[in-house]
């Protein structure tokens, strides 16, 4: 890898600086929040998630259309309409730094396009910056660059955890009702389907879990920021997403990287009184930060409202399946 730093190095942080640069401006006169940049990205990255865009090539599929829609109907306020797509297909060409570039066709001739089918006389294809598109192909760098749009949607001011906790509730009514219809082997309804293994839902929760524990791990209290947008805990599922598909808030805890590791691991579990225990088996050296051995008896971190604490019956699911005791 070249040492020269004169350019600006094109990594994960860099995207997410970009991202992070769209506002979600809120006026009457824009009718609402302005979401159609973000849901816009989402989509494309969920493409990407899903394996429907494969090369470094976004045409204005039907198939794209469908997706922006679907994430319009749960994540916007106001009904769709065709210029609601257009428009930032459009525009996010005119983002600075540049990361959205468009092909022209041969018929463009001036002009924004308003509507989908003018759109599509105009443009071929739009597509990003090479480094942008491989980074998206990982999912890790595509879950920290899906969580900052959805941190974009947010200023974390007082009230705002009422929508964001309404989003994430949109996302998991969906899921149930997918789990009825697969159940009753009755898979007809796609959208409702897509949207259950979409990479974007789990955005909403991770996003309120965090902001609920004011950003601290609830082991140890570990809170490390960077410019607001990221931060060093994770949203972890107490019972494993993968299995259950449960995104409930109280299926949720805040956890540094080192704790939600140890956690989905079964080497620490808690007690129905929120306090910690740690396994015997565990193995540790921690010459520079307290072990993990002295939380043990430690009650967590919880959120301010009893409302929201984990669910015992998650807890207990943990400590009965994946805790490793001995
Ligand atoms: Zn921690």
Redesign the pocket.
């Known amino acids: 890898m070249s040492n020269n730093l004169s350019e600006t190095y094109r990594n994960t942080a860099y995207y997410c600086d970009c991202i992070s640069q769209i506002k979600v401006y809120k006026s009457k006169k824009q009718g609402g929040e302005a979401l159609n940049q973000p849901i816009l990205l989402l989509s494309v990255i969920d493409l990407i998630a899903q394996g429907a865009i494969e090369e470094n090539c976004i045409t204005i599929s039907d198939e794209a259309i469908d997706v922006f829609k679907k994430y319009w109907s749960l994540l916007a306020r106001t009904p769709f309409k065709n210029s609601d797509f257009a428009l930032p297909f459009f525009h996010l060409k005119n983002r600075k730094p540049k990361f959205w570039y468009l092909q022209f066709s041969d018929r463009y001739e001036g002009g924004r396009p308003q509507t989908i089918n003018t759109l599509r006389n105009d443009v071929d294809y739009a597509y990003l910056d090479e480094e942008l598109f491989s980074i998206l192909q990982d999912r890790y760098q595509r879950q920290e660059l899906i969580d900052t749009l959805v941190t974009t949607w947010f200023s974390s001011k007082e009230g705002e955890i009422d929508d964001i906790l309404r989003l994430n509730q949109s996302f998991q009514d969906i899921a149930e009702e997918t789990e009825e219809l697969e159940n009753d082997k009755n898979l007809d309804e796609e959208p409702k389907f897509y949207l259950r293994k979409s990479a974007i839902r789990n955005a909403f929760f991770r996003k309120t879990v965090v902001h609920l524990y004011e950003y601290r ?1 609830a ?2 209290r ?1 809170k490390v920021t960077h410019s607001l947008i990221q931060h060093i805990v994770d949203g972890a599922h107490i019972k494993p997403f993968a299995k259950f598909y449960d995104s409930k808030i109280d299926n949720g805890l805040s ?2 990287k ?2 939600h590791w140890a956690f989905d691991r079964g080497l620490f579990c808690l007690d129905d009184d929120y306090k910690i225990i740690i396994s015997a088996s565990l193995q540790e050296e921690s010459p520079h930060a307290t072990p993990m051995r002295e939380f043990h008896g430690q009650t967590i971190l919880l959120p301010n409202s009893s409302k929201y604490f984990p669910r015992l019956e998650a807890i207990r699911w943990h400590r009965d399946n994946l805790f490793r005791a001995e």
């Open positions: 791990c082991f140890c570990l956890l540094c080192n704790h």
